[in-house]
C-alpha cells in the first residue's frame, strides 16, 4: 500500500488565496509554519516553547473553521479571555488573513452564496436571516468553503491527473480510496518507489499555487505502517 497525504493543504490555500506576506513567506521557506505562527505571535524565546506551537497549530486550523474565542479556550482548557487575546495577536501579525476572512462574508452574502477556487458554487441562503445562530452558522460556513471546497477540489483534480498517469505507466497499480487529503494506492512492492515519485509528482502538480503543495508519502504491507 502507498499512502499519499498533502502536507497542511488548507492552510496553504488560505495562504493562497489571503495572499497573506507572513503565511507565503513560512510556505515558500519550508519552516515549520506553526512554529513560526507562535514565533510571531509570542517573540522568538516564547514562542519556541512546545505549548505556544501548540496555541499557534490550534489558532491555524481553527481559522479555516471560523473558531471562536469561546471553541479556542474550551479546545486549549483556557479562560476565554486568554482565548480572546491569542486571536487577537494573531489576526495582528496575519492581518491579510484577517482582511481575507471578512471579506468572504461581505462576498457571500453579495453573492448569495461562497465559490471556491476551482469555481464550485456553495448557495448560502441563511446568510440573510433574521436568526442569530442560523445567520453565524452561514457565516462560519461562508469563511470555510472557500478554503476546505478548495482543498477538496485539489483532491478531486489529483485523483484524475494521478489515474490518468498509472493508466499510461503503471497499469499494474490500482488507485484504493481517499482519505480527507490522502489516496491510498496499491502496487506492486518492485514498483514502489516508481508509483511513489509519480504520484508525488502527480498530486504537487495538480493544481497551481502561490505557495508549493507538498505531498508526504509512506509505503507499506498494511495502512497503519503506512
Excluded at 20 to 37: E, Q
Amino acid at each position: 500500500l502507498i499512502a499519499a497525504d498533502y502536507s497542511q493543504i488548507e492552510l496553504r490555500v488560505l495562504a493562497h488565496l489571503s495572499g497573506d506576506a507572513l503565511l507565503c513567506a513560512s510556505f515558500a521557506s519550508g519552516d515549520d509554519v506553526h512554529k513560526r505562527t507562535a514565533i510571531e505571535m509570542f517573540g522568538p524565546e516564547e514562542g519556541s516553547a512546545p505549548d505556544k506551537r501548540r496555541v499557534a497549530k490550534m489558532i491555524n486550523y481553527g481559522i479555516v473553521y471560523g473558531l471562536s474565542d469561546y471553541g479556542l479556550a474550551v479546545r486549549l482548557s483556557i479562560e476565554r479571555r486568554l482565548a480572546r487575546q491569542y486571536i487577537e495577536e494573531y489576526f495582528a501579525r496575519y492581518k491579510g488573513v484577517k482582511d481575507f476572512m471578512d471579506e468572504l462574508v461581505l462576498r457571500a452574502r453579495r453573492d448569495g452564496g461562497a465559490r471556491t477556487l476551482l469555481g464550485r458554487f456553495r448557495p448560502l441562503p441563511d446568510l440573510i436571516s433574521r436568526n442569530y445562530s442560523v445567520r453565524a452558522y452561514a457565516e462560519r460556513i461562508a469563511k470555510n468553503t472557500p478554503i476546505q471546497g478548495t482543498a477538496a477540489d485539489i483532491l478531486k483534480q489529483a485523483m484524475i491527473d494521478v489515474q490518468a498517469q498509472l493508466l499510461e505507466k503503471e497499469p499494474t497499480t490500482r488507485m484504493l480510496l481517499t482519505v480527507h487529503d490522502e489516496l491510498v494506492l496499491e502496487a506492486p512492492q518492485d514498483r514502489q518507489e516508481a508509483v511513489s515519485e509519480l504520484v508525488r509528482t502527480a498530486m504537487e502538480r495538480a493544481v497551481t499555487l502561490n505557495v508549493p503543495l507538498r505531498v508526504d508519502i509512506g509505503a507499506a504491507p498494511s495502512w497503519a505502517d503506512c
